[in-house]
Structure formats: structure tokens, C-alpha cells
């Protein structure tokens, strides 16, 4: 492994830059967190239209956040903004880029149900307050294409962590579909999924494909700076 990128062995499709680190966690961590993140107070869960999220960095997360900085050395100080986002098989995220606030290194840790993430690039955004989403994140439409600029997709298996940053974070949008079948023959990680369970394999119409059955639980985390926190206090 080079010094300089220790995750290099870990880079996935041709956009810079996309890791995918099957197994980051063991299956008693991915117990334990989930049964962390459902014990919470149920004051802690903020309802969206299509799924619900919890925004804390609980201390018992910190293990985790330490394991994701220390093994990636990408974030410039320690992560301080955890989103704990929760769907349920027939639930996704629009196409988004997430927000200004957020230093451009994000690592998500899947949990529960695999799920296909899709990329698109897109132009400019105009980042107004009306596209600004709950999570901080800005929304965006996928039909202004940037020519050479190609559409991936990448399955997020359950104790999985994906970490991208540079053009798949400024010059694309992601987000999951709203579909409990997803097709994922064309994921630049396609080869991670069929050693896995919870997926379906249509070999008649060549179809491969996750078939999502249960809830899927994600920890989205990032560093926020304190300035743009401030931002955030109504
Ligand atoms: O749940 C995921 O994997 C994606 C979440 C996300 O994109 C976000 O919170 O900004
Ligand atoms: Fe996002």
C-alpha cells in the first residue's frame, strides 16, 4: 500500500475518486450499531417525505468515526457531522450534491438491506435556497450532462463504506431509486455483490439484480466546519 493513498487499492470506476471497502465492519459491530441507532430516543428520528434520519454524533459512534478517519487519513480533522439516514425498501434519495457546508470528503457506512447508489454528472449547479434539502444537501436535476462525463453505479453492500471525493463530489449528483428491485449487472463493483446474500440473480434476461427486502440504514459522516454550523442554528 502507498503511503500517500492508503486506500488505493480500494478505488472503484474510472471517476476520480470512488472507494469501496466491502466489510469495514464485522457483524457484531453492524448488530451493535444497529441496535444503538434504534434504541435512541425516538426524539432523535426527524421525519422526511421519504424516509426518516437521525443528525448527532452520539458518543457511541465515535469508535467508528475514528476507525473511518484513521483508515482513510482524508478528513482534515476529526468527524463531527454523523446523518443517520433509515429506508425501507421501497425508499431512495433524489439525485443531490451534498451541501457547501461539508468539507468534500464524504464516507457512508451501509447497514441492513444492500442498495444500488447511483452517479450523474451534471453542470453548474445553482445552489438557491430552495434546493437547499433538509440533510443540507442541494438537489439537482440529471439532464445537463457534461460531455465525457458517464453515469455509474456502485452497490452498497450491508458493512460496506464507499468514500468519495474530488469529481464524483463536485461534478456529480447521487442518489438511490425508490425501487426495491435494482439492477446492478453495469455497478463498477459488481463483482462484490454476487458473493453476497439478499440478491437475486436473473440469469434468463441477464438481469442481475438486489433485491431489497428489508431496511436499509445508513451513517453518513463528514465534517462540517464551525462556522457553517452556525449557519444551521434557527
Ligand atoms: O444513504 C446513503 O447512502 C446516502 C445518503 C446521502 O447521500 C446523504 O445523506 O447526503
Ligand atoms: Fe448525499
Known sequence: MEAS????????????????????????????????????????????????????????????????????????????????????????????????????????????????????PHAKLVGTASNIEDTGSIEGTDDEMLPNHHPFSIALMPRSLLIFKDLAYSEYLHGIKDCEIQPYDTAVNATEVSRQQNVIEEHDGDLKAIHRSITRVSLTCRVVSKVHKNLFRF
Not at 441496535?35 to 437521525?54: E, G
Not at 482534515?76 to 451541501?99: C, T, W
Open 5 to 120: 493513498d492508503p486506500l488505493k487499492r480500494y478505488k472503484v470506476g474510472s471517476v476520480p475518486t470512488v472507494y469501496y471497502i466491502p466489510d469495514f465492519i464485522s457483524d457484531t459491530d453492524q448488530t451493535q450499531l444497529l441496535n444503538k441507532i434504534y434504541t435512541a430516543p425516538v426524539s432523535k428520528w426527524k421525519s422526511l417525505k421519504n424516509r426518516r434520519l437521525q443528525d448527532w454524533v452520539p458518543s457511541w459512534l465515535t469508535k467508528i468515526t475514528e476507525k473511518i478517519s484513521e483508515e482513510s487519513s482524508l478528513f482534515p480533522s476529526a468527524i463531527n457531522h454523523v446523518l443517520i439516514n433509515e429506508y425501507l425498501p421501497n425508499q431512495g434519495i433524489m439525485p443531490h450534491q451534498d451541501g457547501p457546508a461539508y468539507y468534500p470528503v464524504v464516507a457512508i457506512l451501509s447497514l441492513g438491506s444492500p442498495v444500488v447508489m447511483d452517479f450523474t
